[in-house]
């Protein structure tokens, strides 16, 4: 799913992420754009404000890794994995070093994308090919003829990888930690490993902290934290909440160029890490989904049993995007 919007550059100033961190408060607070949030109740929220970001920007983190987990693209490179021939042969055979030279052949194969890959037989490491710092290992067996060979251990994602995912689909500070120490992020200083909804201040910039459990390859516990900005807004909590999903849409958007090509694209990334719903319309042509027979560019719509927030915004003149975002 995340294979053609790999290897993009990451963003590294804090003050920049700082920036990006409050874009959805001040959305809001703002009424929008396209007025996508100035339709919803005004009550203000205050002391929630920073929360009902966050909630959002936790729910786009965690998704983002358990496609990592069991997404098309890990799935897919598992069963090359264990349907390897050279790698089958060496194990029937008990070559180590063929063994070692599969993986290595499996790791670096072209337009694949496996970061690490770690062979077993019992206990024994027979090879380990990759980088040292990943995450969202998955694990599972290589039979062939009916018996067991051994294990197999992969991932097709790294640390890095998964910062600049939620770098690029959230725009908010992420720092990875092991242990308690941080080994990886974008924060130039990061602090010790926060608590969960601890609020921290860096740089300045006040943040509310929420953290989403990772796991090390090829085991082990780590922490992903995101530091969503702290300031309050006057924007009702509905409103922050559908800008903050709007704030994930554009961010999204943003990594397909050109956007009008790429329609599609979008829809099911944006389905995969938020399970809402796009539809794209150029006025009564319908350029990418079905959906209802009319879409509202803001307040609520009835589809498939739900009703659903709006968040819309158009891209290019005569073309508009609607995103369903999920319901509160």
Known sequence: MFRKLRGRTLLASTAVLAALAAGAIAFAAGGGRDGDAASLPARGCGSASAATVSAVQTVVAERIYVEELR???????AARARSYGPLLTALERGETAAVAAAVHALVYKPRWH??????????????????PHVTAPVTGSIRAHGRTLGRYVISVQDDLGYVKLVTHFIGLPIEIYQRGAPVMGT????PAAPADGAHVEIAGHRYLVSNVPIQAFPAGALQASLFTSAAPSAASCAALRLA????????????????????????????TVTDGRVFVRAGRRRLVGGGP?????????RYGGRRWPVYSWQPTAGQRVYFLTPPG
């Not at 999204?252 to 099911?268: I, M, S, T």
């Open 187 to 190: 924060l130039r200083a990061a």
């Open 293 to 301: 027979a009319r879409l509202p560019s803001s307040g609520t719509v």
């Open 114 to 131: 496996i970061v690490r890959l770690r062979v077993l037989r019992g206990t024994r490491v027979l090879a380990d090919v990759g980088g």
């Open 71 to 77: 997404g098309e693209e890990t799935r897919l490179d």
């Open 244 to 271: 903050a999903w709007g704030s994930v849409a554009r961010h999204v958007a943003a990594r397909f160029h050109p956007l009008g090509a790429h329609y599609q694209d979008l829809a099911d990334v944006l389905r």
